[in-house]
């Protein structure tokens, strides 16, 4: 059976097999966090465009500053300010934290690190050349890259690109991924369930996933287990960009997902990973889009997606899937689990200098509420059966 590395490798080859030709669209810089950048943004000028000062002080030949020489201060610049006087031997202008460098000055001497009587300045210390300032175009010359197409906009990149001078950026099209789920017990979680009926939980998880990852969940509802109303809700699923369903991927007599999957000349890559909670999960191109099949029960929904869903819509989204984000922590307790299998187990991180990690008490793969109350996946590898307090394990930290 697959491992975990070993699936998630498969889904970005064959995702990436399936791209087409990426639509893009021009949207404000104030509306895109998150978004996939589908252009070159370039430095418009050099960064900093001019010798920039970075401390409050006096700008000066840093040979003017050694032990017992005096200064004479004849100006002053502030941040925005054109500088039209030079320093010339024995001379300094004061200067402000994002001034420009006048003519002559080589290197700012901290206003800290002086005495001042009238016009004379006195260093209590000697600057080198180009102390406290940053030289034009050191950070960016003018044309060079400043962001690749396909990095996403977090804040950072999004100051850089209206540093300069971004003020729409061409992103990526949101990927629109179909969310169907699956199962005659399943009711809409907004209605009221029978007593043996359960709400549906999977599709509210499965869209918060995907807004995660900025793309946009089309949510179709929830399909009978019979041959009919599958092959109906999946061929509407397929005219979107990626078809997730849940539930119906196991081996009862009424998990037809497969079946009916075949029955559009579905490509299988997986149907089985080496992991619990979500060893049914099913991996399948349709149509020229990817397919997945997540076992339905809400961990095993949650777990998988994490796992093989994202990096597909990684791609989908334009971007480089990222690595897993896999941290050391000890672990509070001991377990025992069944080897050969990789588990994700719902716990609690506590971050800090030696971060402890407590796997949670839960029911199982149904257990929502255990799983509401993690941080985090603790990941034990199918070569061990036995965990001891006190080990070093990994763990995969989650965000909302
Ligand atoms: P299945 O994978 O269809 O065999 O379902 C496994 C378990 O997950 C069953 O207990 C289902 O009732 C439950 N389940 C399936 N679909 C959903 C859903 N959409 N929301 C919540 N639980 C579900
Ligand atoms: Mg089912």
Not at 126 to 144: F, I, L, T, Y
Not at 254 to 259: R, S
Not at 296 to 302: D, E, L, Q, R
């Amino acid at each position: 059976m697959l491992s975990y590395q070993q699936a998630r490798e498969l889904v970005v080859s064959r995702t990436t097999a399936l791209l087409g030709k990426a639509q893009t669209e021009s949207i404000s810089l104030l509306n895109a966090l998150g978004r996939v950048i589908a252009q070159e943004v370039v430095a418009d000028r050099d960064y900093p465009p001019f010798d920039r000062s970075i401390r409050d002080g006096y700008a000066v030949r840093a040979s003017d500053t050694h032990p017992g020489a005096t200064v004479r201060c004849i100006g002053e610049l502030k941040a925005g300010d054109t500088p039209t006087v030079s320093v010339r031997p024995g001379t300094c202008i004061q200067i402000m934290t994002g001034a420009a460098l006048p003519a002559g000055a080589d290197a700012v001497l901290m206003v800290e690190h002086t005495q001042r009587s009238g016009d004379t300045v006195t260093p209590d210390r000697a600057v080198s050349p180009g102390q406290h300032v940053v030289s034009r175009g050191s950070e960016k010359s003018a044309g060079k890259n400043v962001l690749t197409k396909g990095t996403r906009l977090g804040f950072a990149q999004l100051a850089a690109a209206a540093q300069v001078g971004t003020s729409q950026a061409t992103v990526f099209r949101k990927p629109r991924i179909a969310i169907l789920s699956t199962g005659d017990e399943v009711v809409d979680f907004t209605s009221t369930p029978g007593p043996f009926q359960i709400r549906n939980s999977n599709s509210v998880s499965l869209a918060a996933q995907v807004k995660t990852l900025h793309a946009e969940p089309i949510l179709l509802g929830n399909a009978k287990d019979t041959h009919a109303d599958l092959r109906a809700k999946i061929s509407t699923g397929l005219e979107s960009d990626a078809l997730v369903l849940s539930g119906g991927v196991s081996a009862g007599k009424y998990d037809l997902v497969e079946p009916v999957l075949r029955e559009f000349d579905a490509e299988f890559i997986f149907d089985a990973v080496a992991i619990r909670p979500g060893k049914p999960v099913v991996f399948a191109t349709c149509k020229g889009k990817p397919v997945f099949g997540l076992p339905g029960n809400p961990v095993s929904t949650m777990v998988t997606f994490d796992l093989f869903v994202r990096p597909a819509i990684e791609i989908l989204s334009g971007a480089e899937p990222a690595a897993l984000l896999l941290l050391e922590a000890v672990v509070a307790e001991g377990m025992q689990e069944k080897p050969g299998l990789t588990h994700f187990l719902p716990a609690t991180i506590e971050y800090g200098e030696h971060p402890r990690v407590a796997p949670l008490r839960w029911q199982g793969s149904g257990d929502i509420i255990a799983m509401s109350r993690a941080n985090c996946l603790l990941v034990i590898p199918p070569d061990r059966e036995t965990i001891n307090a006190g080990e070093r394990v990994h763990v995969l930290p989650r965000g909302l």
